[in-house]
């Protein structure tokens, strides 16, 4: 935190070993798509030299994101490790994509790190979905300062977008720069520290010459001083610093910068740099910051941990003798090594030619089935982007990289053979957009279940579903980006493949009582097919299920055969009638039929079954039933309104909404049938610039309205 000489030099590119915890800080980069996040984590890494230049996003140059549909879409989308050293510390930074579909990748991210930082555009300012990741680290307690970055273009506006974070995170976000502007009077050529009041001038390049302030700066800049000490002394622990500055007293910088960096460390205080990536401005003094103000891996408080039995075990300490957990935070598989494995380490050392305990437990729902194993790890690295550097160890508090695992996916434990725990899992969000995919060749069956079990086992977001009533494969997803690049790598993968519409499983049954006749009867020599019987159709109550009663009387059907009536209209139940999907809630009762004591089967009874049935819907009333679900909608009070009025247009039914306290977010309920929910995802973002979320749940079928129910009966017919 400390305005420290810009001349003490930068570590090189090797791969940093690191044996003591408090020499290590894991940083989350967060911000919205296109603040800088992933320019900046290039910049910082050219700074320290530990690669030779910085990439762009533009060319599918970073070092952060070497994923192929990534670099096609010009977008970052996934996780990335880029570990800096400065002052001695390694610095691990988690770049993570800035579009909402990637959610996921971010909550591993905060997983993983013991800090945030969050990067906000000079251009764009602050955004919606940038308050809420800001409010989600605030429930957790994590440590954030903000770094105001693109100083650098025509449209920047540093004031405003200070006054944005400000209006937005609290009065805590406070800057501890102010830029100093160059001779133009436009471009930003240095930074004033308000506490040292020393000038980092960039007039002549990086590194900056560092000098006393003017007395021509400090005019400019005594009111935002004056704020910065006194919200310093507010959270000091020495209660005489606000008496002292009160009285007059001169409070000197060694006095206001140890207490600046432990209200940092933990979290009530927010310091915010302004950085330009392209220029160099700033990069020194935010190097300075990551490692003087964040805490390192022995300051975080630690995931809670059990047996793999779910027994109670004691809290971890970040202790690298102590029992070995780690956790898998981001899985990917690369062509050339297999599985790569994203692990932060908790507790205890990693070492290579060490067996592990993998343990997965809890997303069964999500198509990750629990699992236990015990695997030798060969080799450790230190991962830089898609570059892997093998080192000696990783030790608790440290992120790393293992291959060629056989079955540990993100999220998973992994511990010692001789004492497996597990840890408590991170929330993962619901996927809510649903995509059906079918392999466009018998061929490529095989090779799309290869491809989408690897990638179900590296994302926590991405649910596979084959719908045991539509028949369709379902991939559900985050959003439309999301599922782009899901359909990308797999297609990368050489496999072919297409989609089509998702189905919802509609079901059909009677709207009242019928009656029908079933007569199969067949003679063209030899062993014919004779059978009769008549049936009476009744409409059950949602949810009865389906029920059969025998009250056929003098043995007009034989008693060997009245299971075979029931077989036959069982099976045309799973069918459907009118429109093709399956029947439910029907009482048949069999009353009345004719056999043969030559010609009449279990085959004959069974067809002249499934006729009656048939009869009967020619002459009752069919129903077509729809899945209704309870939906629950999270937003800013603002955009109640808003979504009530489009959910009406959903024929939903509000069931009632709550007002969120302040900086809280207002609920939604409602109960809305689900085939007008298949995109809802996209929209509900739409609707709300990003920031509404939803879950859902089943309730019931219910009757779809008779003319929608139309033109599904017209599709299935066309269809035929």
């Not at 606000?242 to 409070?251: A, F, H, S, V």
Request: proline share 6%; with cysteine.
């Amino acid at each position: 935190m400390a305005q420290k000489s810009s001349e003490k030099g930068f570590a090189g590119a090797g791969a940093p070993a690191v044996t003591d915890p408090g020499r290590v800080r894991n940083v989350v980069l967060v911000g919205h798509s296109g603040s800088g996040k992933t320019t900046l984590a290039e910049a910082l890494l050219a700074a320290t030299g530990t690669v030779p230049r910085a990439g762009t996003v533009a060319d599918g140059t970073t070092v952060t994101d070497h994923d192929p549909a990534a670099i096609r879409q010009q977008r970052s989308v996934a996780l990335a490790c880029a570990p800096i050293v400065h002052d001695g510390v390694k610095i691990n930074l988690l770049d993570t994509p800035g579009y909402a579909d990637f959610v996921g990748e971010l909550r591993a991210g905060l997983r993983a790190a013991d800090a945030a930082l969050f990067v906000v555009s000079a251009v764009d300012g602050v955004d919606d979905s940038t308050i809420a990741l800001w409010d989600e680290c605030a429930t957790v307690g994590m440590p954030r300062a903000v770094a105001i970055t693109r100083l650098d273009h025509p449209r920047a506006d540093y004031d405003e977008a200070l006054q944005d974070c400000q209006e937005a995170f609290g009065d805590n976000v406070l800057p501890v720069f102010q830029p100093m502007l160059g001779d133009d009077g436009q471009s930003v050529a240095g930074l004033i520290g308000l506490v040292t009041l020393r000038v980092l001038d960039y007039s002549d390049g990086y590194p900056p010459v560092a000098r006393e302030a003017d007395r021509e700066h400090l005019n400019p800049i005594a009111d935002d001083r004056n704020t910065l000490i006194e919200g310093i002394i507010a959270e000091s622990e020495d209660e005489t610093l606000m008496d002292r500055y009160i009285g007059g007293e001169l409070i000197s910088t060694e006095a206001l910068v140890p207490d600046l960096e432990k209200a940092v460390a933990k979290g009530n205080f927010y310091p915010v740099v302004p950085v330009c990536a392209n220029t160099g401005v700033g990069l020194d003094a935010l190097l300075d910051l990551l490692v003087s103000g964040f805490p390192s891996p022995l300051e975080h408080d630690l995931p809670v941990v059990t047996g793999v039995d779910g027994s109670p075990r004691a809290p971890l300490t970040c202790d690298p003798d102590g029992p070995l957990v780690a956790e898998v935070v981001r899985t990917t598989i690369d062509r050339h090594v297999g599985r790569v494995s994203l692990v932060r380490v908790f507790s205890g050392t990693l070492r290579p030619d060490q067996t592990l305990h993998v343990s997965g437990h809890g997303m069964a729902e999500r198509g990750h089935p629990d699992h236990d194993a015990d695997e030798r790890v060969a080799h450790v690295y230190s991962p830089l982007g898609a570059q892997l550097r093998e080192i000696g160890q990783a030790v608790a508090g440290d992120i790393c990289a293992i291959t060629k695992s056989g079955s540990a996916e993100t999220g998973d434990t992994l511990s010692g053979k001789d004492d497996p725990l597990l840890m408590e899992p991170w929330t993962m969000p619901e996927p809510l957009l649903p995509i059906a995919v079918v392999a466009k060749t018998r061929s490529d069956e095989d090779a799309l279940a290869k491809n989408l079990s690897r990638l179900v086992a590296g994302d926590p977001t991405l649910r596979l579903e084959r719908n045991p009533e539509t028949h369709q494969l379902v991939l559900w997803t985050m959003g439309e980006s999301h599922a782009d690049v899901v359909l990308e790598r797999l297609r990368s993968g050489g496999v072919e493949l297409d989609t089509e519409p998702v189905k919802v499983a509609l079901r059909e049954t009677f709207g009242a009582t019928a009656k029908g006749h079933g007569r199969h009867v067949k003679q063209s020599g030899g062993h014919g097919q004779y059978a009769v019987c008549d049936i009476e159709v009744q409409p059950l109550p949602r949810g009865e299920g389906f029920q059969f009663v025998d009250k056929v009387v003098g043995g007009a059907v034989p008693h060997n055969y009245i299971p075979s009536v029931e077989k036959g209209v069982r099976a045309q139940l799973e069918k459907g009638l009118a429109s093709g999907y399956p029947m439910v809630d029907l009482k048949v009762t069999l009353y009345d039929g004719k056999a043969h004591s030559v010609d009449s089967s279990d085959a004959a009874f069974q067809t002249a079954g499934a006729l009656a049935l048939r009869a009967a819907a020619e002459s009752g009333q069919i129903t077509l039933l729809e899945p209704v679900d309870e939906i629950e909608v999270r937003v800013p009070e603002a955009y109640v309104g808003a979504v009530m009025s489009d959910l009406s247009g959903r024929r939903g039914r509000p069931l009632g909404s709550e007002s969120g306290g302040a900086g809280e977010l207002s609920v939604v309920r409602a109960e809305v049938p689900a085939t007008e929910l298949i995109r809802y995802v996209v929209e509900l973002r739409a609707l709300t610039s990003g920031t509404g979320t939803f879950t859902r749940r089943y309730l019931r079928h219910e009757p779809m309205p008779p003319h929608l129910a139309e033109v599904v009966r017209k599709e299935h017919a066309l269809a035929r």
